[in-house]
C-alpha cells in the first residue's frame, strides 16, 4: 500500500510553500510513488518551490504564468520531451485582490472580478487541455475548492464567486474528458493555515468557528487533504470524476452553530 502512485508521473501547479495544500498533497503523492514536475510564478516564489521540489527529488521545475501562454507552451513541450506522457494534473492557483478580500462583496472590482476568474477558473480550463494531451492513457485532474463557492462566507467576496465557477467547471471537463479515460475532480478543504487562507480577511475566526462546529470539531490537515488527491489518483480513484469531495471535518454539513458552543 506505499506505492499505489509508482511509475505515474505528474505535474503540481499552485505550490508556494511548506505550509501550502498543494505541498501537502505533494508530500503524499511522492510518498507513494509518484515522480513530479512543477510551476511557479517569479523569483519570489522560485526560492520557495526549487528547495522544496529538491527535497522529494525532482529536477523539473518551471517558472511558468497562467496568464501566459508562451511560458505554459515551454512547460508541456518540456514535459513531453523529458516524460511524452502524464498521469496527472494538481491544480492549485487562485487569486484576488487582497484588498478585495474584506469588506463588502458589493464593491468588488471590475478589473479584480475579471483576473480572479481568469486565474482561478480559467487556467483550469486551459491548463486540464494541455494535459489531456499528455494524458494518452488516460489520467487525472483535480483542483482546489471552498465551501464558500456554495455559501457565503465572510469577506471571501469574488473568490466565493470565481470556486463555484470553477466547480462548473469541473462537472463540464469530467464531461468533455470522460471518453478519453481522464477523470476531474475537486477538492474542498474546510479553513486551513495556509499563505492565501491568510489573505482573507478574519481567517482567525473563520478558522476556529469552523473547528469548533464541525462534526469532527476539527479542520482538515495537509495529509488528509493529501490522502484524499491519492485516492482520486491512484486505481482506487478510477470511477469517480465530475465530483467536489469535501475534507472539512464534516463543517459542510451543518445547518446552524452548535449548540454545545452557544
Not at 521545475?61 to 511524452?84: N, P, R
Not at 487582497?98 to 480572479?116: A, P
Not at 494531451?133 to 465551501?147: D, K, N, R, V
Not at 469517480?240 to 452553530?257: K, L, N, S, W
Given at each position: 500500500m506505499?506505492?499505489l502512485?509508482?511509475g505515474?508521473?505528474g505535474?503540481?501547479?499552485?505550490?508556494a510553500?511548506?505550509?501550502?495544500?498543494a505541498w501537502?498533497?505533494?508530500?503524499?503523492?511522492s510518498?507513494h510513488?509518484?515522480?513530479l514536475?512543477?510551476?511557479?510564478?517569479?523569483?519570489?516564489?522560485?526560492?520557495?518551490?526549487?528547495?522544496?521540489?529538491?527535497?522529494?527529488g525532482s529536477?523539473?521545475?518551471?517558472?511558468?504564468?497562467v496568464?501566459?501562454?508562451?511560458?505554459?507552451?515551454?512547460v508541456?513541450?518540456?514535459?513531453?520531451?523529458?516524460?511524452?506522457?502524464?498521469?496527472?494534473?494538481?491544480?492549485?492557483?487562485?487569486?484576488?485582490?487582497?484588498d478585495?478580500?474584506?469588506?463588502?462583496?458589493?464593491?468588488?472590482?471590475r478589473?479584480n472580478?475579471q483576473?480572479?476568474?481568469?486565474?482561478?477558473?480559467?487556467?483550469?480550463?486551459?491548463?486540464s487541455?494541455r494535459?489531456s494531451e499528455?494524458?494518452?492513457?488516460?489520467?487525472?485532474?483535480?483542483?482546489l475548492?471552498?465551501?464558500?463557492?456554495?455559501r457565503?462566507?465572510p469577506?471571501?467576496?469574488?473568490?466565493?464567486?470565481?470556486?463555484?465557477?470553477?466547480e462548473?467547471?469541473?462537472r463540464?471537463l469530467?464531461?468533455?474528458?470522460?471518453?478519453?479515460?481522464?477523470r476531474?475532480?475537486?477538492?474542498?478543504?474546510g479553513?486551513?493555515?495556509?499563505?492565501?487562507g491568510?489573505?482573507?480577511?478574519?481567517?482567525?475566526?473563520?478558522?476556529r468557528?469552523?473547528?469548533?462546529?464541525?462534526?469532527?470539531?476539527t479542520n482538515?490537515s495537509l495529509?488528509?487533504?493529501g490522502?484524499?488527491a491519492?485516492?482520486l489518483?491512484?486505481?482506487?480513484?478510477?470511477h469517480t470524476?465530475g465530483?467536489i469531495?469535501?475534507v472539512?471535518?464534516?463543517?459542510?454539513?451543518?445547518?446552524?452553530?452548535?449548540?454545545?458552543?452557544?
Amino acid at each position: 500500500m506505499t506505492h499505489l502512485l509508482s511509475g505515474k508521473k505528474g505535474l503540481i501547479v499552485g505550490v508556494a510553500n511548506e505550509k501550502s495544500i498543494a505541498w501537502g498533497i505533494t508530500r503524499v503523492l511522492s510518498a507513494h510513488g509518484a515522480t513530479l514536475a512543477f510551476t511557479y510564478q517569479g523569483d519570489n516564489f522560485g526560492k520557495r518551490v526549487i528547495p522544496l521540489a529538491k527535497s522529494i527529488g525532482s529536477e523539473l521545475v518551471y517558472d511558468a504564468d497562467v496568464t501566459d501562454s508562451k511560458s505554459l507552451d515551454f512547460v508541456f513541450l518540456e514535459l513531453k520531451k523529458k516524460w511524452g506522457y502524464l498521469d496527472f494534473l494538481i491544480h492549485a492557483v487562485a487569486y484576488s485582490d487582497k484588498d478585495e478580500l474584506s469588506g463588502r462583496f458589493i464593491n468588488t472590482s471590475r478589473e479584480n472580478f475579471q483576473n480572479s476568474m481568469d486565474i482561478s477558473c480559467y487556467s483550469l480550463i486551459d491548463l486540464s487541455r494541455r494535459s489531456s494531451e499528455l494524458m494518452t492513457s488516460g489520467g487525472a485532474i483535480i483542483t482546489l475548492s471552498y465551501l464558500g463557492s456554495q455559501r457565503v462566507t465572510p469577506n471571501y467576496n469574488i473568490m466565493g464567486l470565481a470556486k463555484a465557477a470553477l466547480e462548473s467547471a469541473i462537472r463540464y471537463l469530467a464531461n468533455d474528458l470522460g471518453n478519453e479515460g481522464i477523470r476531474v475532480n475537486g477538492i474542498s478543504p474546510g479553513p486551513m493555515k495556509t499563505l492565501a487562507g491568510a489573505a482573507i480577511g478574519g481567517a482567525r475566526k473563520v478558522y476556529r468557528f469552523a473547528e469548533e462546529n464541525s462534526p469532527l470539531q476539527t479542520n482538515a490537515s495537509l495529509e488528509s487533504v493529501g490522502g484524499t488527491a491519492l485516492y482520486l489518483i491512484s486505481d482506487y480513484g478510477k470511477h469517480t470524476t465530475g465530483e467536489i469531495i469535501f475534507v472539512d471535518g464534516g463543517y459542510h454539513v451543518m445547518g446552524m452553530a452548535n449548540t454545545n458552543n452557544m
